[in-house]
């Protein structure tokens, strides 16, 4: 281990923190921004609202004052007996209470009203502070045929019109209210009353609407012309003209469908002349179903925002580097200690145990740690003592179990390779131990023109099995030369077993002769499963009664069992290594799955059954350790 490696540690852990320290400002930077941002864009919608809705009632204000005018002159005209002359005074006598209010006239139908007149259409308008009269039936002026006067009449119902540009009257921009005239008693339409407002008047409310440092509103009329803009070159286009490519459709439409509505309406959209969004805000007027509309760009609010967010992150920058500073110079004579104790250990590492380590002088944690490793290095030559020993140990132990192994498998009767001499019958044996030693076993011998066989699975596991199977085998082999039947067989091994049998184990097992000339067989079972008998008929436990295992207690008999192997039948031997064999989900093999696989077999060879089993089971297990020994024992009379 190097310096450097520790220095790195220093320089590692001084990152982390300031990097952890700049997540967080960002963190709650960008989450200040948003909750700013989403703040700014509520603020400016309702200041948007608050000038449309101030503009709004300061139009309807005058509208409805120029309304009450004209409908006040359309009530004086409709009074039967009017003259001429009362018509007149009543239009000057009406004009001057509206400031706002530009022109008034009277147009009435031929002969409807006043019987020895025939066009009457009188005009009054503003000149400063004088009333300028116009008669507006003159040959070039066909008054029945203008807007003002056929739309009211043929509705029947008061019209504010167009923004229009009044020639023979004013002669200026203006709008015009028309109310309809009915001869008081018949209510028979007789003619109409107007009231005019300039469009002039209008550019000076849109000049005072401000909204922030940039914003500003607008005028339109119910057919979206533009009637009064701060930008006078706009006045008179269409507002589509003006700003359809600045909204997006889906935006449009919001307002498109906002014009029958009295409703205000807002709208987030790209500023029609600047970069960024402005809030649109739109509210109609009731009487005119025009609209004003409030442009409100929000870079105005956010510029603010961005300066006060720049000058945030350029104190916390510099306090970062400060703090990144600081923690350096601070780890760094925390962990030079330990890079000096790197030091000191790098021999022990390399395996010299007899290093030198370096004075715990400190009273902290590293001295602590200091003191740590020098016990260590104390522990660690002893434990290498005895990993060497116990090393020692364990390799000639594995030796001797090898030996056992290797002893255990020679008392095996054709271990991988079990054969009998006999034309009529066949063999196949194999045990596998779950450890390097175990507790299963199987022995046969030929004599006397008979096969004698033993299959058996002692209680324990390992060495202790091992040598338990070592007795069992041995004494089984005494049985053979005294020439024993099964029965006796188990009789004189179980009480042999059974006598200081301290550990208490035991073995269950089959045992059995078969005559290798006729196939009679006679067996005996000590606590084992019934082998399974396999012939071209069926396959099926064979029921083998016997008694308790070997070695549990001692003088007790066990009987022998004769039957008749007919040809080609197979009878099959096996420890529960099988039928318990277990796979990843702990679900058992059985002895259900084994007859069913014998079963379907289908052959007449030992060896090729043997080895269709053994596959059968692997395949269930799979890779799930097995804690239990396999033998397989088959015996075919052909």
């Known amino acids: 281990m190097k310096i450097k490696s520790r220095q790195s540690l220093a320089s590692r852990l001084s990152l982390w923190i300031v990097s952890l320290a700049i997540i967080i400002f960002i963190t709650v930077i960008a989450t200040n921004n948003h909750l700013s941002r989403a703040l700014l864009d509520d603020y400016v919608d309702k200041l948007a609202r608050a000038a449309t809705s101030a503009t709004v009632d300061k139009i309807e204000s005058v509208f409805d004052q120029a309304e009450s005018n004209a409908d006040s002159l359309a009530s004086v005209v409709a009074i039967a007996g009017t003259t001429e002359d009362e018509i007149h005074k009543a239009i000057k006598a009406l004009l001057p209470i509206n400031t706002k209010t530009f022109g008034m006239a009277v147009a009435l139908e031929p002969h ?60 200026v921009q203006m709008i015009t209210y028309s109310k309809p005239i009915y001869h008081s008693g018949i209510e028979a339409f007789v003619g109409i009353a107007t009231a005019d407002i ?29 009637i009064a803009h701060p930008d006078r070159s706009l006045n008179m286009k269409n507002l589509a003209d003006v700003v359809s490519d600045n909204i997006r459709s889906e935006d449009w439409q919001t307002y498109l469908d906002s014009k ?42 956010v510029s603010d925002i961005n300066i006060l967010t720049r000058n945030i992150s350029s104190v916390a920058v510099t306090g970062i580097i400060i703090l990144f500073l600081v923690i350096m110079t601070v780890t760094h004579r925390l962990t030079n200690p330990l890079s000096n104790l790197a030091l000191a250990t790098k021999d022990i590492g390399a395996g010299n145990l007899d290093a030198a380590l370096p004075h715990a002088v400190r009273k902290d944690e590293i001295g602590a740690l200091t003191d740590d490793f020098s016990s260590m290095r104390s522990a660690l030559k002893t434990y290498i003592k005895e990993v060497q020993t116990a090393t020692a140990t364990q390799q000639k132990l594995e030796s001797d179990i090898q030996i056992a192994k290797d002893i255990q498998m020679s008392m095996i009767p054709g271990y991988g390779n079990a054969d009998i001499k006999s034309e009529a019958f066949q063999l196949y044996a194999l045990l596998r131990p779950a450890r390097t030693v175990g507790g299963d076993f199987y022995y046969f011998e030929q004599a006397d023109e008979k096969l004698h066989f033993i299959v058996g699975d002692v209680s324990d596991k390992g060495v202790p099995a091992a040598l338990f199977m070592a007795k069992t085998v041995t004494l089984y082999t005494r049985a053979l030369r005294d020439k024993l039947p099964p029965g006796q067989t188990f009789t004189m091994m179980n009480d042999i077993l059974a006598e200081n049998n301290d550990a208490c184990m035991f073995v269950t097992a089959l045992c059995g002769s078969i005559d290798l000339k006729t196939g009679s067989a006679v067996m005996s079972n000590a606590g084992h499963m019934d082998p399974i008998m396999h012939d ?90 097995q804690f239990d020994d396999i033998t397989l024992f088959i015996i075919r009379y052909q």
């Open 198 to 226: 300039k469009l002039a008047w209008l550019d000076k409310i849109a000049d005072e609407i401000k909204v922030g440092k940039s914003g500003y509103g607008y005028i339109i009329s119910r057919n979206d012309i533009v």
């Open 536 to 625: 071209s008929g069926n396959t099926r436990g064979h029921e083998i009664k016997g008694a308790i295992a070997l070695g549990l207690m001692d003088a007790v008999e066990y009987p022998d069992v004769e039957f008749q192997l007919g040809h080609n039948t197979s009878l099959i031997m096996y420890t529960d290594g099988i039928s318990e064999a277990h796979d990843a989900d702990n679900r058992q093999y059985t002895d259900e799955r084994l007859i069913d696989l014998i079963t379907n077999i289908g052959t007449s060879n030992s060896e090729e059954t043997g080895r269709k089993i053994i596959d059968s089971v692997d395949s269930f297990a799979g890779d799930a350790e």
């Open 112 to 171: 409807s009203l006043l019987d020895t007149v025939g066009d009457f259409a009188p005009y009054y308008f503003k000149k400063g502070e004088a009333l300028i009269y116009e008669d507006l039936a003159t040959d070039d002026y066909d008054y029945r045929n203008q807007f003002w006067y056929s739309e009211p009449k043929k509705i029947n119902a008061p019209l504010w019109s167009e923004p229009y540009f009044d020639e023979g009257g004013g002669n």
């Open 260 to 301: 029958n509505s009295s409703a205000s309406v807002s709208l987030k959209v790209p500023c029609p002349y600047q970069e960024g969004d402005c809030r649109i805000a739109i509210e109609s007027l009731a009487n005119t179903g025009w609209k004003v509309i409030v442009v409100s760009p929000e870079q105005d609010y």
